[in-house]
């Protein structure tokens, strides 16, 4: 069994010290996170070709420094979170201290590891987990942990740059806008092109900071998984007929690609887990809420403004009604995500917090989907070509899970499918779902 070994480890701070020293308060949305894990997501590269006389140490030394420089339009990450214990002493408040504490910087090795055996895995190897860093955290502990952690392992033909972010920090596209920038400045750009946005508009009430009760603060112990992974890779030829026998399902042209690939992986899920029919299925995904206020946040807001849509119905109507019905379900669902909608949860949960639970329950028939084929995944060279891979860590997946990327050439979807091993066997031998399906 490959093995993986801790060269060194680093505390990296920004290149210049003396940025704003200030605190950055949080919203509703971003208080939605304290007790779930991370975010994980890291980058698999082949070794540079040719290579430099010493590749892996000048590439180390290369990393950190463009990290460092990068921090300086990041301050925040370089930061720690803090609370403050009210005069109630039953609530506690959240906030972020720039303080510059520095963020941390992991090298390591598994040179018994290759891409390929990455790669072309049926399944994604479980070693894949330690290529991240602060694993089995959760958020609330950034009072003591670095908000960012990197983590760059050396494999016998490539490298991994994992990357694991507080999930109060970032959501999924201020934490690839970080990476995207990253490998900006690591090319040798002295400025990034895409400024992030530290400002909280929605603060100035006199309900913030936000006072969340200890009572809701409370971990819940982290469960081994019997799951496993794979990978499966939708073409854009192929989501494009998805979206279209949706649509026509439907008699309707406003069923997304996104909501038509979402409905039918679903309903494989369900179908190859053999529910009773008279039992519900939950699918529970992201809304990212930038674009739905009036005006609109800036796309480069720095938090992560994130509801969590959930679409209900029993077994049988997700199987025998079609695809059509069950991407409408997910689009009438998204459509609820308005403006009022946003002001309404803001000023609700600010009275009333409610942090999403450290785990979810592990109920047949739920399904959570995660992350965008939307973001810049592929456009991230360090200087040395573009990644070969995507993969995440093991942090916020306790059931039955999907986490949705861009695949390597336009227009196509990688899906990361995190379920029991029978589910997944089941799945490859299903012709419905595989022939929307390429190896």
Request: aromatic share 10%; proline share 8%; hydrophobic share 40%.
């Amino acid at each position: 069994m490959a093995e993986i070994s801790i060269i060194s480890t680093a505390t990296v701070g920004p290149a210049t010290p003396n940025q704003p020293s200030n605190r950055i308060e949080f919203t509703p949305w971003e208080l939605q996170f304290p007790l779930v894990g991370p975010v994980q997501k890291g980058l698999l590269f082949l070794h540079p070709t040719p290579p430099s006389p010493s590749p892996d140490h000048t590439i180390i030394h290369h990393l950190k420094t463009s990290l460092s420089r990068t921090l300086d339009f990041f301050y925040p990450l370089a930061g720690r979170l803090c609370t403050t214990v009210n005069n109630d002493h039953d609530t506690i408040s959240f906030f972020i201290d720039c303080n510059g504490a520095g963020a941390q910087f992991i090298h390591a090795a598994a040179r018994g590891v290759t891409a390929a055996g990455i790669l072309e895995s049926d399944s994604v190897p479980r070693i894949v987990y330690s290529f991240f860093p602060l694993d089995g955290t959760q958020n609330c502990n950034g009072v003591s942990e670095p908000l960012l952690a990197v983590q760059v392992t050396e494999l016998a033909d490539g490298i991994f740059i994992g990357c694991t972010i507080n999930h109060m920090i970032v959501d999924g596209a201020s934490f690839w806008h970080f990476f995207n920038s990253w490998s900006e400045i690591s090319r040798g750009s002295t400025e990034i092109t895409v400024f992030p946005v530290f400002d909280r508009p929605f603060i100035d009430s006199p309900d913030h900071p936000i006072r969340i009760p200890r009572s809701l603060l409370v971990s819940a112990a982290r469960r081994s998984s019997p799951f496993q992974e794979r990978f499966f890779h939708f073409t854009k030829e192929k989501i494009a007929a998805l979206k279209a026998r949706a649509n026509t399902e439907m008699a309707t042209n406003k069923i997304s690609s996104l909501q038509a690939l979402m409905a039918h992986i679903w309903r494989s899920v369900i179908r190859n887990t053999r529910f009773p029919e008279d039992e519900e299925t939950m699918y529970r995904f992201p809304v990212g809420m930038r674009p739905r206020l009036r005006p609109p946040l800036a796309p480069e807001y720095f938090g992560a403004p994130v509801r969590v849509g959930i679409v209900r119905m029993k077994v049988w109507e997700l199987l025998k009604l079609g695809i059509g019905h069950a991407a409408w379900e997910l689009n009438k669902v998204i459509s609820t995500f308005t403006e009022a909608e946003a002001a309404n949860f803001l000023e609700s949960w600010g009275k009333s917090p409610n942090p999403f639970p450290g785990t979810s329950k592990r109920t047949s028939g739920n399904l959570l989907a995660s992350s965008s084929p939307r973001f810049n995944v592929y456009g991230n060279d360090f200087g040395w070509g573009r990644p070969v891979a995507v993969r995440s860590g093991s942090g916020n997946k306790t059931g039955a899970k999907t986490t949705l990327f861009p695949g390597a050439e336009e227009g196509s979807i990688d899906v990361e499918a995190f379920l029991m091993p029978e589910t997944l066997q089941s799945m490859v031998a299903d012709e419905e779902f595989m022939e929307a399906v390429t190896i």
